[in-house]
């Protein structure tokens, strides 16, 4: 049994439920974003479209939407759309286990000691004084919600995202994992060199029985400086065999721990970019003849994923390698498992996210975006090796481009710039947006990123804007592993159907509500990917809000515009 399946405060597994004190903490002197619910939940909506029943949540939403035709004369025509739709999400969480790839990484450690610091509120003396520990930089735990308005004083009303519906407390998982270290936890963490020493010590006796269970380990991969730390490896070079030992850990994993459900998310080291092949990974069919063949475009990730796929149990992608090929895509759509990706947006993606669409918004014409990044620990080692660094650049890149494509007056359209120069042209006009990571071993943990936008303003202006940005990077990225944990594990026990009649089915595999969280979002083949942030936040908080029956709250304050 994993030892953070040794709860102190048994049978309370969700955050609508109310333990009782046996550290002798009050909860009053719990960090709020740490805190419980009331039981039985913060919020009730009295509706016609929303029932509580003894197993869930039943409620009727309408999809409003518009159909925009471009005429032959170049006007447009716009009809409004109404879908209607019913959702069902059972209220009981029960035992959920988180499962780590990279468990003895610095994300993984951090993440692992951030979680029984919260359980057993382990506070700790800094410089400053003493600290609580918390899930600050957790959307679900630490932002909140615009729920409406108080009748009485007509000021809006605010609630945690985690209120919205029944949602695993993160101090509940039960986490393990996988690593090609065979360090246990303590000395993991104090490898990674992520948190303050008088925490660490105080958490040592807690993590220094976890051991990683071993993991699988393909050279070609990862950058040839990982070498040194591979000493815990599942043997041989068949992947098939590596699939079903995968396969059986979370098997056992779940049966030891007695849990509900797992969750299994990729923290591990960035891989190169696999290619895509006709016959090898095009299809399901080929993927798993590629995995018996021992195929050498099979990635470590892919194969997680392909066993958490075939296990049902999430699966998502923290790294920007392209773990999800066509195959394993399709194989997720068959069985009807959910898979999201890629790459955590932690800090200067999630910044370029939202500053690029502001100038775009304000009519601002960015004609260049330059980042610089160096940090020191073992991801920005692993980065160091060139085809590791292109899939975090190919990841990174990006994420400007739906926002530059919402502006055709700004930016010439591909059509545009095909009739201008009488030649086909695929993409249409684009910032000019370089990335560039460097390793620097004596800044550790703690990365630098310079980013410098240039953009053209009235009548042939020129503006510089220079940002500097100096963070921890695992105490980014902890929160989002929550977040990501705690949200595909909601989705899980979220069902719905079309009208009011027929049969309820689980949303669609790939889950796009994760995008806030993700640097290169992956979306339903077919659909745009969406990277401006505002919009990303704005799906899911209207996602959590149809399946309590709210419609999605605006801006328009309609009622303070008129008499």
Same mark, same amino acid.
């Given at each position: 049994?994993?030892?953070?399946?040794?709860?102190?405060?048994?049978?309370?597994?969700?955050?609508?439920?109310?333990?009782?004190?046996?550290?002798?903490?009050?909860?009053?002197?719990?960090?709020?974003?740490?805190?419980?619910?009331?039981?039985?939940?913060?919020?009730?909506?009295?509706?016609?479209?929303?029932?509580?029943?003894?197993?869930?949540?039943?409620?009727?939403?309408?999809?409003?939407?518009?159909?925009?035709?471009?005429?032959?004369?170049?006007?447009?025509?716009?009809?409004?759309?109404?879908?209607?739709?019913?959702?069902?999400?059972?209220?009981?969480?029960?035992?959920?286990?988180?499962?780590?790839?990279?468990?003895?990484?610095?994300?993984?450690?951090?993440?692992?000691?951030?979680?029984?610091?919260?359980?057993?509120?382990?506070?700790?003396?800094?410089?400053?004084?003493?600290?609580?520990?918390?899930?600050?930089?957790?959307?679900?735990?630490?932002?909140?919600?615009?729920?409406?308005?108080?009748?009485?004083?007509?000021?809006?009303?605010?609630?945690?995202?985690?209120?919205?519906?029944?949602?695993?407390?993160?101090? %509940?998982?039960?986490?393990?994992?996988?690593?090609?270290?065979?360090?246990?936890?303590?000395?993991?963490?104090?490898?990674?060199?992520?948190?303050?020493?008088?925490?660490?010590?105080?958490?040592?006796?807690?993590?220094?029985?976890?051991?990683?269970?071993?993991?699988?380990?393909?050279?070609?991969?990862?950058?040839?400086?990982?070498?040194?730390?591979?000493?815990?490896?599942?043997?041989?070079?068949?992947?098939?065999?590596?699939?079903?030992?995968?396969?059986? %850990?979370?098997?056992?994993?779940?049966?030891?721990?007695?849990?509900?459900?797992?969750?299994?998310?990729?923290?591990?080291?960035?891989?190169?970019?696999?290619?895509?092949?006709?016959?090898?990974?095009?299809?399901?069919?080929?993927?798993?003849?590629?995995?018996?063949?021992?195929?050498?475009?099979?990635?470590?990730?892919?194969?997680?994923?392909?066993?958490?796929?075939?296990?049902?149990?999430?699966?998502?992608?923290?790294?920007?390698?392209?773990?999800?090929?066509?195959?394993?895509?399709?194989?997720?759509?068959?069985?009807?498992?959910?898979?999201?990706?890629?790459?955590?947006?932690?800090?200067?993606?999630?910044?370029?996210?939202?500053?690029?669409?502001?100038?775009?918004?304000?009519?601002?014409?960015?004609?260049?975006?330059?980042?610089?990044?160096?940090?020191?620990?073992?991801?920005?080692?692993?980065?160091?090796?060139?085809?590791?660094?292109?899939?975090?650049?190919?990841?990174?890149?990006?994420?400007?481009?739906?926002?530059?494509?919402?502006?055709?007056?700004?930016?010439?359209?591909?059509?545009?710039?095909?009739?201008?120069?009488?030649?086909?042209?695929?993409?249409?006009?684009?910032?000019?947006?370089?990335?560039?990571?460097?390793?620097?071993?004596?800044?550790?943990?703690?990365?630098?990123?310079?980013?410098?936008?240039?953009?053209?303003?009235?009548?042939?202006?020129?503006?510089?804007?220079?940002?500097?940005?100096?963070?921890?990077?695992?105490?980014?990225?902890?929160?989002?592993?929550?977040?990501?944990?705690?949200?595909?594990?909601?989705?899980?026990?979220?069902?719905?159907?079309?009208?009011?009649?027929?049969?309820?089915?689980?949303?669609?595999?790939?889950?796009?509500?994760?995008?806030?969280?993700?640097?290169?979002?992956?979306?339903?083949?077919?659909?745009?990917?969406?990277?401006?942030?505002?919009?990303?936040?704005?799906?899911?908080?209207?996602?959590?809000?149809?399946?309590?029956?709210?419609?999605?709250?605006?801006?328009?304050?309609?009622?303070?515009?008129?008499?």
């Amino acid at each position: 049994m994993s030892p953070t399946a040794l709860d102190p405060t048994p049978g309370h597994t969700d955050s609508f439920s109310l333990p009782s004190s046996t550290t002798g903490v009050d909860q009053i002197k719990v960090h709020p974003s740490a805190r419980r619910s009331p039981e039985g939940g913060l919020i009730k909506v009295e509706s016609d479209s929303t029932v509580y029943e003894e197993e869930g949540i039943r409620a009727k939403f309408t999809d409003r939407g518009a159909e925009v035709v471009k005429g032959a004369d170049g006007k447009l025509t716009v009809k409004k759309t109404e879908k209607n739709f019913e959702f069902f999400t059972k209220s009981k969480v029960g035992r959920v286990g988180l499962l780590l790839v990279g468990l003895g990484g610095n994300n993984g450690t951090t993440v692992l000691a951030t979680h029984l610091a919260n359980k057993h509120n382990v506070s700790w003396r800094t410089k400053n004084g003493v600290q609580q520990p918390n899930y600050i930089g957790s959307v679900v735990r630490a932002s909140t919600v615009r729920l409406g308005v108080d009748p009485e004083t007509g000021k809006d009303v605010f609630v945690p995202i985690s209120d919205m519906l029944p949602m695993v407390h993160p101090n %509940d998982f039960v986490i393990g994992g996988w690593d090609i270290s065979a360090l246990p936890m303590d000395k993991a963490m104090l490898r990674a060199k992520v948190l303050e020493w008088d925490l660490q010590r105080q958490l040592i006796p807690l993590m220094e029985d976890v051991k990683p269970m071993p993991s699988i380990y393909y050279p070609d991969f990862i950058a040839a400086n990982q070498a040194d730390r591979a000493d815990n490896l599942i043997p041989g070079d068949d992947k098939a065999a590596h699939l079903e030992h995968i396969r059986a %850990d979370i098997r056992q994993f779940k049966a030891d721990n007695q849990l509900d459900s797992v969750v299994v998310l990729w923290t591990a080291n960035t891989e190169r970019y696999a290619d895509i092949i006709p016959g090898i990974n095009d299809t399901a069919e080929n993927l798993l003849k590629a995995v018996e063949s021992s195929h050498d475009e099979v990635s470590p990730s892919t194969v997680f994923a392909i066993a958490s796929i075939l296990e049902g149990v999430p699966f998502i992608n923290g790294s920007p390698q392209n773990t999800f090929v066509p195959g394993c895509i399709e194989l997720a759509e068959k069985h009807k498992t959910f898979i999201g990706g890629d790459d955590f947006k932690s800090g200067q993606t999630k910044v370029k996210s939202v500053l690029a669409e502001f100038l775009v918004n304000a009519g601002i014409k960015p004609l260049s975006i330059s980042s610089y990044n160096h940090l020191g620990n073992n991801d920005g080692k692993n980065l160091s090796s060139q085809r590791q660094f292109r899939s975090k650049e190919i990841s990174k890149s990006s994420v400007v481009d739906d926002m530059v494509a919402a502006n055709p007056i700004l930016y010439k359209t591909a059509a545009d710039l095909t009739k201008e120069t009488g030649e086909v042209v695929k993409k249409g006009e684009h910032p000019d947006h370089i990335v560039v990571i460097k390793h620097v071993p004596a800044v550790g943990d703690s990365k630098r990123a310079i980013d410098e936008y240039y953009s053209e303003l009235l009548m042939g202006g020129r503006n510089v804007m220079n940002i500097f940005n100096e963070c921890e990077d695992s105490l980014l990225a902890t929160p989002l592993i929550f977040d990501l944990a705690i949200l595909a594990e909601l989705l899980t026990r979220v069902t719905y159907r079309e009208g009011s009649s027929g049969e309820y089915q689980p949303l669609y595999s790939v889950l796009s509500l994760l995008s806030y969280m993700l640097k290169a979002p992956l979306v339903k083949p077919g659909t745009d990917v969406v990277n401006s942030l505002n919009r990303q936040r704005n799906a899911l908080e209207q996602f959590l809000k149809a399946c309590i029956g709210l419609e999605g709250s605006t801006d328009l304050l309609l009622n303070t515009r008129v008499w």
